[in-house]
């Protein structure tokens, strides 16, 4: 089992800047990718970035060139800085965790955090 527990969530003026960290727990040596998803209210789950191991990168369209994902295997983290913030970031985001590779589908990651808030105010 791996446990994931984000933090660094909370309200922001429209082009600021965010960094949420996710530390991860458990069978943590197993896990290939790690990322990021968000919901918004009303809204179906969408994929928001993935990395695999410390190299191989993946972005949403929507946040390409403004969110940078990093991972540190040392410490079983991954983190999102979120900068040019928009109103239309604002979301629960949610670290993942999976065994297998890069994936932009939510089917493929078997271990969720639970979230943290993301509110962008314009």
């Known amino acids: 089992q791996v446990q994931l527990v984000e933090s660094g969530g909370g309200l922001v003026q429209a082009g600021g800047s965010l960094r949420l960290s996710c530390a991860a727990s458990?069978?943590?040596?197993?896990?290939?990718?790690m990322g990021w998803f968000r919901q918004a209210p009303g809204k179906e789950r969408e994929f928001v970035a993935a990395?695999?191991?410390?190299?191989?990168?993946r972005y949403a369209d929507s946040v390409q060139g403004r969110f940078t994902i990093t991972r540190d295997t040392a410490k079983n983290a991954v983190y999102l800085q979120m900068n040019s913030l928009k109103p239309e970031d604002t979301a629960v985001y949610h670290c993942?965790?999976?065994?297998?590779?890069?994936?932009?589908?939510?089917?493929?990651?078997?271990?969720w955090g639970q979230g943290t808030q993301v509110t962008v105010s314009s």
């Open positions: 458990g069978r943590t040596f197993s896990m290939g990718a």
């Open positions: 993942v965790a999976s065994p297998g590779g890069l994936s932009t589908s939510s089917d493929d990651y078997a271990y």
């Open positions: 990395i695999r191991w410390s190299s191989y990168q």
